[in-house]
């Protein structure tokens, strides 16, 4: 394109703005604004709704803006009504600028709230000296709401020069004004306000107590925003060592800490040391977030002077805090209390593979309720080698103590286990053979189930048969129900084994009832052996069941019930497989 084009083109753009441009005369704007004057509450705000169009037309147009002022002025300077002048305020407050002070001071001084806190709200977008010279003068002729209005506004726009008149009105018989007046003074946040909410709480006034002592809480926490912690520090301090109400002494001592950055450790311990069981709690709950690389060490000493609750308290907040550090120390002081949950707590959150010798030490030594105890911290302990450490212990344990591992195996679900936990099942008879077949049940996966079958074959006349087959049956649904197909696994194995592993494996599809395995049933409908089909048969009927139960209407169940209807022999079955097959299609 070149540039006689170019040229062109943005002449035509230029020409089109101008042509959708709504040009506004003086008369227009008046008429259109003079609309809003008789406005009453209730009427219709359509004189508002096409001022509000105007204001839009006016962004980026100072021209206009400045005649839309103007005409808004106007307004207020007549005889309108009050609804109207409220409602033109709000424009104001998108349009104005120190034009609209003079009227807007006039407002602030009318002795009406209403129109008083119309004002405020157009001058809350005009932070400027006028303004606020304005805010500051109304501040001895407005009453009641308005003057309220007046007095928040002023500690919003953080005017110092306000702060003195506000001290004068803190003393103010109406305690909704000297609310107003402790909130202002501590959005200030200046020297002379916070002396003065400093002194107020000595007063013998609760409510004024508690008032200075929210203001004091806002002044502090603006001075840390405001980059001066070591005045927030000086507020905070003095609203720890008052009289005021308990959830300020405990803020400001939670403030202080938060405003040096939780590097403060010093005032911490001093506290739960202390006798004020306020600032105590409030220390232990600093605990975890406390920073320093000696600040741990330091906490566990003062555990260790601490006794009862105290010391628990202190323990469990080490423990929340999650330094290794204070692991083996607290462990000793827990053990010398003999406080369980505690003990469970701390090895769960601190615990690894360090201090599980001790644990298992310590568990075949220990009475019945210690041993329970020791064993659920065992159970909490994560980290690599925690299940190693105590498969070592099961291999080096005989007789009924190793129950006692094989179940604290099964507790954690430890899949490092499977192999010793098969050679224990593997055994003819046994006291721990029951044990380890129960405990397979958490620790396997599918993919053990191509070995495990053999369970199977060596319980096949023993008293431990249905164990081992309800140890395949929960692993296989567990894979089930994680996506992986437990019931594919075992019926792909169907076809390499021998008669009595087959029908425990068609037995073990039924207790799984996942419609997955119908089709290995289906395949056994027509097998020369009769308990085979029988088996199949029973196992068919158990999943169709209870996918009738749950509505599951899959095709596949109903293909099997079809199946079983036209190849079984025996009566009751086709009667029980009609009856189902009825219920899916009606």
Not at 46 to 53: I, Q, S, V
Not at 224 to 238: D, Q
Not at 386 to 391: A, M, N
Not at 521 to 547: G, H, P, V
Request: proline content about 4%.
């Amino acid at each position: 394109m070149n540039l006689s084009n170019v040229c062109l083109c943005i002449l035509f753009a230029f020409a089109v703005t101008q042509a959708s441009a709504v040009v506004r005369s003086p008369q227009e704007i008046r008429t259109l604004i003079a609309g809003t004057k008789s406005f009453q509450e209730g009427d219709d705000e359509t004189a508002f709704r096409k001022l509000d169009t105007l204001i839009n037309e006016a962004v980026g147009d100072e021209t206009l803006k400045s005649r839309i002022e103007a005409e808004l002025i106007w307004v207020l300077e007549s005889s309108a009504s009050v609804a109207s002048k409220q409602r033109i305020c709000t424009r104001l407050q998108l349009v104005g600028t120190d034009l609209s002070v003079p009227v807007l001071s006039t407002l602030l001084e009318s002795g009406d709230d209403k129109l008083v806190e119309a004002a405020c709200y157009a001058l809350s977008s005009n932070p400027s000296e006028a303004a606020r010279k304005a805010l500051r003068k109304a501040l001895g002729q407005a009453s009641g709401n308005g003057l309220i209005a007046i007095i928040h506004l002023l500690g919003e726009m953080q005017d110092s020069d306000s702060t003195m008149p506000l001290i004068g009105l803190g003393n103010s018989e109406d305690p909704s004004i000297q609310a107003a007046v402790f909130n202002s003074l501590g959005e200030l946040a200046n020297t002379p306000a916070t002396e003065f909410l400093t002194e107020q709480l000595h007063s013998r006034d609760v409510r004024t107590v508690r008032l200075a002592g929210l203001a004091l809480m806002e002044a502090a926490q603006n001075l840390v925003t405001t980059g001066h912690p070591e005045m927030a520090t000086t507020v905070y301090r003095s609203l720890v060592s008052g009289s005021g109400p308990d959830f300020i002494r405990r803020g400001a001592f939670l403030g202080n800490i938060r405003a040096n950055g939780y590097t403060d450790v010093d005032p911490v311990i001093s506290a739960i040391r202390g006798d004020d069981p306020v600032l105590a709690s409030a220390a232990v709950s600093l605990i975890p977030q406390l920073k320093g690389e000696l600040t741990t060490l330091r906490l566990v000493r003062l555990a260790m002077g601490l006794s009862g609750s105290s010391r628990l308290s202190v323990i469990e907040a080490l423990a929340r805090r999650g330094d290794k550090a204070a692991l083996f120390p607290l462990m000793f002081m827990l053990e010398a209390d003999d406080n369980a949950s505690t003990f469970i707590q701390v090895a769960a959150s601190l615990g690894d593979a360090s201090i599980v010798p001790s644990l298992l030490v310590s568990l075949k030594k220990a009475n019945a309720e210690k041993t329970q105890t020791i064993r659920e911290a065992l159970v909490k302990i994560h980290g690599d080698g925690v299940d190693q450490l105590i498969i070592d212990e099961l291999k080096n344990t005989e007789g009924n103590s190793a129950i006692l591992f094989i179940d604290l195996l099964a507790q954690r679900g430890s899949y490092e286990a499977v192999p010793i936990l098969f050679q224990l099942a593997s055994e003819r008879e046994g006291p721990l053979v029951e044990e380890s077949l129960r405990a397979l049940r958490n620790c396997g996966k599918v993919e053990d189930l191509p070995f495990l079958i053999d369970l199977l074959e060596i319980h096949e006349n023993s008293s431990y048969l249905r164990q081992a087959r309800e140890a395949l049956a929960s692993i296989g649904q567990k894979g089930s129900r994680s996506g992986i197909p437990g019931a594919g696994v075992l019926g792909a194995l169907l076809s390499v084994q021998q008669k009595p592993v087959r029908i425990e494996l068609l037995h073990i599809l039924g207790m799984i009832r996942d419609p997955a395995g119908l089709e290995y049933l289906m395949d056994a409908f027509e097998d020369s052996d009769a308990s085979i089909r029988q088996k199949s048969a029973e196992s068919t009927l158990r999943i169709a069941q209870m996918s009738v139960s749950r509505e599951d209407n899959n095709p596949l169940v109903e293909e099997a019930l079809q199946s079983l209807v036209e190849k079984s022999g025996d009566p009751a079955i086709q009667k029980q497989a009609k009856t189902l097959l009825s219920k899916i299609l009606h």
